[in-house]
């Protein structure tokens, strides 16, 4: 499941558009990547977003 743990970012649903104003369907997934980090006081596998852990909410291992 393409879902940040931390803040939740999951994916956005919507259409494509042609020049011919016809729609398609398609969706917007989450740049998620899987980090081992400090939960709780232990290490653990985690998804995460490639937002949270540029700006620092997330404490490696």
Known sequence: MAKCCV????VTFGQNVS????K???AWK????KVRAIV???PM???VCARC????????A
């Open 19 to 22: 020049h011919s104003n016809r």
């Open 24 to 26: 398609t369907n398609r």
């Open 53 to 60: 852990l540029r700006s620092g909410k997330v404490s490696r």
């Open 40 to 42: 709780d006081g232990t």
């Open 30 to 33: 989450p740049n998620i990547r």
């Open 7 to 10: 803040c939740g970012k999951g």
């Open 45 to 47: 596998t985690v998804k």
